[in-house]
């Protein structure tokens, strides 16, 4: 059994593609919310609020022979990738491109447009608005498949096109390919491009937003008077090493990756189940060896939808107790569905780096429902802690958990 560590990370969000804008916007407690106008054309859809990503760019160094295969959600995936490689010092590197690295992540869907374009060709029976690319920015894998391409790597590719999950199963999968010995480096996360169908697949099951006017004041998690999730957009990258391949080459190490659980509730493929949402907490502290009082704090998946916030917390708290301290980055954010787990993993390494952690905004009154927790609400929380975890649920009954070290 290899020991993983983080020797990189990257990420593009609503907020910033930095920690430093990050935790400034999550230290003015204000989150990215807005209303989309040009939603209003889908007159039979609830919501109008989204976290979009508005200053994204393609670097001039990206080629059109290479975007031609890359929709939105590509570009975020190698964004994110090209930021946590460069991070790493493995940006260019000849190494990454020997097969000593691979790649795990993925996205609820491939790029929506070209989705858009194949449903043209059924409904119309002509395929003007298709070319040789628009099934490879379809595609369920494209993520993980441009990711690959674009920096040549030739180690296993594992897409993780799980919803919720895909970025954390993408971190976890990661860190068992090089934990048994498969791979000495590896690209762990996820990615997601705003899409209105998204947020018209939660407005059918009544879970978004109505707040169009007060965008600021939504989404809120684990509140009573939450009224469901808002849509974002991103996507957030680690790279992992093996502990021994990353002293030989002098690597900064950000943490270590010591427990991975993953399950399903095999029950319901929408509503979630608490019981196999404190399984997979139990077999991610199995996994590291550690007992639930060494962990300091909870990234919750918090996505303010009733029946998730309540299965959820009430799990965190069956198995960590009252003192546990929580809370949900989607309250900045919205939910960024395939990239949440990525995004939310390089947040929480880097506050408990830094021994401060984000409130969850807009929670004024914990819902009674909700498990017995310790929610950081206000200015944040200085918290000294080895371990944080962070847990992820997705449609399909979807369950991951991971633990991070502090590294020494």
Not at 169 to 176: C, D, F, H, L, R
Not at 327 to 356: D, P, V
Request: with cysteine.
């Amino acid at each position: 059994m290899r020991r993983v560590v983080v020797t990189g990370m990257g990420g593009v969000s609503a907020l910033g593609s930095s920690w430093e804008q990050v935790e400034a916007g999550f230290r003015s407690r204000r989150n990215a919310v807005r209303r989309m106008s040009d939603w209003d054309r889908y007159t039979e859809m609830g919501t109008r609020l989204a976290a979009p990503v508005l200053d994204f760019v393609q670097p001039a160094h990206w080629t059109r022979k290479q975007l031609r295969s890359m929709g939105r959600v590509s570009q975020l995936a190698v964004r994110a990738s090209e930021l946590a490689l460069a991070d790493a010092g493995l940006l260019g590197d000849p190494l990454i491109r020997s097969g000593a690295m691979g790649i795990a992540c993925g996205s609820s869907v491939g790029s929506t447009p070209d989705i858009s374009d194949f449903a043209q060709m059924l409904i119309s029976g002509s395929s003007d608005r298709l070319n040789a690319n628009s099934y490879v920015r379809m595609m369920p894998h494209t993520a993980a498949a441009n990711v690959g391409i674009f920096f040549g790597l030739k180690g296993r590719i594992v897409p993780t096109s799980s919803a919720c999950t895909s970025g954390s199963q993408g971190v976890g999968y990661a860190y068992e390919a090089i934990k048994f010995g498969r791979q000495p480096l590896m690209l762990g996360g996820g990615a997601e491009e705003l899409c209105a169908s998204e947020a018209m697949a939660f407005d059918m099951l009544y879970a978004t937003s109505r707040r169009n006017d007060t965008p600021e004041l939504t989404p809120q998690p684990y509140d009573r008077d939450r009224d469901g999730l808002v849509i974002g957009e991103g996507g957030g990258m680690l790279v992992l090493e093996e502990l021994g391949h990353a002293l030989a080459r002098g690597a900064r190490i950000h943490a270590e990756v010591v427990g991975f659980g993953t399950n399903s509730d095999g029950t319901h493929v929408t509503r979630p189940e608490e019981t196999t949402m404190r399984a997979v907490m139990e077999l991610a502290l199995a996994d590291a060896g550690i007992a639930p009082s060494a962990v300091g704090y909870v990234s919750g998946h918090g996505t303010a939808t009733e029946h998730g916030d309540v299965a959820e917390s009430r799990a965190t708290a069956a198995v960590f107790g009252p003192g546990i301290a929580m809370s949900s980055q989607k309250s900045y954010l919205g939910h960024t569905l395939g990239a949440c787990g990525g995004l939310e993993s390089w947040f929480a390494i880097e506050m408990m780096n830094r021994g401060w952690f984000a409130p969850t905004v807009n929670l004024e009154n914990v819902d009674p429902a909700c498990g017995d927790l310790d929610y950081i609400v206000g200015d944040g929380r200085e918290i000294d802690t080895e371990f944080v975890m962070n847990n992820n649920f997705a449609f399909g009954g979807v369950n991951t958990s991971l633990i991070f070290r502090r590294w020494p």
